[in-house]
């Protein structure tokens, strides 16, 4: 149980061109997704917090209007990278957060490569 | 300001011995912790959590120790397979009602046949 689907897992776009990338809860329901960005041999870092219904909670740093987010149900957010430039190529990750017996767990999609040429 | 720390960038261990990744956090507000192993282009996977009233947790051949007093973590990992080789992350989080993980760096272990 606890698989979060991501789409695409890879994908090039020219500059200037917008990309969105999907994130699917497949067996439960996510009021609470996560966005991460990885740079070459580095850790996690976390872009955002996306909940059911509201605004995304963006980190110090992060460009709200570049990475829009919508988590218009339980099952979906999406982050869409606009007006992509070079410096956007990265590793994305998705995670939600979900119930477990005594605790919560955090689940990860599988990433999204992006290369914009 | 890194909150969560792995200072072993890498780490090579021979197949059969024990591998120990450690971690260490400065937030002692942090109380429930978690392992994940990650291959290159893919997400994390998890491994296994201790919340901060636990001093030990086991699953397997893994083991996290939880040191509070020294915000000392390790995972513990016995005996080691050349699959285990991979990248591995230690994440904390501030209570376990479920907020954000902060990551540490990563250590990168690689299991010699």
């Known amino acids: 149980g606890a698989v979060v689907s991501q789409h695409p897992s890879r994908v090039i776009c020219k500059s200037g061109t917008s990309v969105k990338i999907e994130c699917r809860s497949l067996d439960f329901q996510a009021t609470t997704m996560f966005w991460y960005r990885q740079f070459p041999k580095q850790s996690l870092m976390l872009m955002a917090t996306s909940n059911e219904g509201s605004k995304a909670t963006y980190e110090q740093g992060v460009e709200k209007d570049k990475f829009l987010i919508n988590h218009a149900s339980l099952t979906l957010s999406t982050l869409t990278v606009t007006s992509a430039h070079p410096e956007d190529s990265s590793f994305y990750i998705c995670s939600a957060r979900y119930r477990t017996e005594a605790n919560y767990g955090y689940t990860f999609g599988s990433g999204t490569r992006l290369t914009v040429v | 300001d890194q909150q969560v720390k792995q200072n072993s960038p890498s780490l090579s261990v021979q197949e059969g011995r024990i591998s120990i990744l450690n971690c260490d956090y400065t937030?002692?507000?942090?109380?429930?912790f978690l392992w994940y192993k990650k291959y290159p282009a893919e997400g994390p996977t998890f491994l296994i959590s201790i919340s901060s009233i636990k001093d030990k947790n086991e699953d397997g051949r893994f083991t996290v120790f939880l040191n509070k007093s020294a915000k000392h973590l390790s995972l513990h990992i016995v005996p080691s397979q050349p699959g285990d080789s991979a990248v591995y992350f230690c994440?904390?989080?501030?209570?376990?009602?479920?907020?954000?993980?902060?990551f540490g760096g990563g250590t990168r272990l690689m299991v010699k046949p």
């Open positions: 994440a904390a989080s501030l209570n376990n009602a479920g907020n954000m993980l902060t």
């Open positions: 937030n002692s507000m942090f109380d429930y």
